[in-house]
Each structure stands twice: as C-alpha cells, then as structure tokens.
C-alpha cells in the first residue's frame, strides 16, 4: 500500500525533470494524502501537469462517497480487474513525488514512520491510472490511483507492499498510447533497494493536517505516539 508520499521540488525543478509546465503557484508539499488534489501528468495532456484527486471510483461504482474510493491497485493484476483494466489501457499517468512513507508495527499498538526516497534524492515517478467519473452532485471529476508491486529489500523491512516506480526511461512509453499491454507490465516491477535509501521521521506525518518541512526531516526512531523507541 501507498498511503502518503512527498514532493518537495520547486516549480522549475519539476518542468526540467518532466518536461511539462506547471501551475505558476505551485508550492512544494510534504505529506499527499488521499483525496487531495495533486500534479500528475496524463497521457492525454504529458506536456502539462495536471491536477486530480488522489483516489478512484471505479466505472461501475459511481457516486459513491469518498471514504469508499481506492487509492492504490496491484500491479500484478491491473491488466484484468474489471473496475482498473479499461484505465489500464487507455488512462495512464505519471505522479510526481521525491519520497513516500510506510509505517513499521513494533507489536500490536507500536508503529514506525519511515520515509523512502531516491539514494541521490531527486524527483521520480509512480506508475497510476486514472480515470473520470461523475459524483454524488452530477459534476465530472477526475482522479488517480497508484499501483504497488512486491518490495525490494529495503522497504520490506519495513513494509509488504510498495509503490511502483517507473524508471526515468519508461515513461514516455507509460504515457503511451501505443504501448503493448506487454511492453507496459515490464514497467511494473519492483524497484532496486540499492538504488533508495530510508529513514525514519517524525510521526507528524500521521496527520493530514501536517505539511511542512518537518514532516520530511531524520529523526530519531518515533511510534505514533510521539514516545522515541530503541527500534528502528
């Protein structure tokens, strides 16, 4: 699962990475959260970034509340659920971050915020979908979802599931619609550990209320509590 991630990059620094314009107030942003409006970049508009919301109401399922949306999909079998295949296909997107968090469970109540980045801390991407659909008051709305894959070394320590990233040369062929569905399952593999680093961080992050610099900074081992831990 993904439930938070970071992007704490400037206007420009994300133009240059992706080669995409950006809204001229953008402000970097450190802990996402499901059902917020964030940048991704569609298949149907790569020169720009556009802004949906974080969590998708499946074709069959509209109007339905937000508390019932999805946020992420298997990649393993995105290809062939029915609620994520047509976007699969047909509405694929780059979500823009520098950094996710998981939580470690030291015991039953005891859990460790780490947060995940490249080992040379630039911006990357998610491999998502997305997908339009109509809300409890009739208005169209766009969303996205991000597919996860099995973890590499270093964040099953931590976690048993992580976010799928697309290397920096897969993603003009993720947002391509003459991709073979083949050619795009390739793309969906676990990311190197050895390429990534961890740490933990402060369990600010627990709230969505939270976003500020201090939700990304090393700290010293936290629970959710805010009580430090010898566990890390």
């Known amino acids: 699962m993904c439930g938070r ?35 991704v970049i569609t298949s149907d508009s790569p020169k720009g970034f556009s802004f949906f919301y974080w969590g998708i109401t499946p074709g069959f399922a509209k109007n339905k509340p937000v508390s019932q949306k999805f946020i992420n999909a298997k990649a393993e ?18 979500v823009p ?10 015991g039953k109540k005891t859990k460790i915020p780490y ?3 490249m080992a040379d801390e630039q911006a990357f991407s998610f491999a998502g979908i997305w997908e339009e659909f109509e809300d409890e008051f009739g208005e169209s709305n766009h969303t996205f979802l991000i597919l996860t894959t099995s973890p590499n070394p270093l964040v099953s320590e931590v976690h048993d599931r992580m976010p799928v ?18 050619e795009l399952l390739k793309m969906l593999k676990t990311f190197p550990g050895d390429e990534m680093l961890s740490y933990t961080v402060s369990p600010l992050v627990n709230s969505v209320h939270n976003d500020n610099p201090a939700i990304i900074r090393k700290t010293s081992p936290m629970d959710q509590f805010g009580n430090y831990t010898l566990f890390g």
């Open 97 to 106: 971050a520098d950094g996710f968090f998981e939580w470690k469970k030291l």
């Open 5 to 39: 991630y970071s992007l704490n990059k400037s206007k420009i620094q994300l133009e240059e990475r992706f080669q995409a314009e950006m809204l001229a107030d953008f402000k970097p942003r450190f802990n996402i959260s499901p059902t917020q409006l964030v940048p």
């Open 165 to 182: 990233i697309l290397k920096k040369e897969d993603e003009k062929k993720w947002l391509d619609k003459y991709s073979t569905e083949e």
């Open 115 to 117: 947060r995940f980045t």
């Open 77 to 94: 079998t995105v290809n062939e659920k029915i609620s994520f295949k047509q976007s699969f296909n047909t509405r694929r997107c780059l």
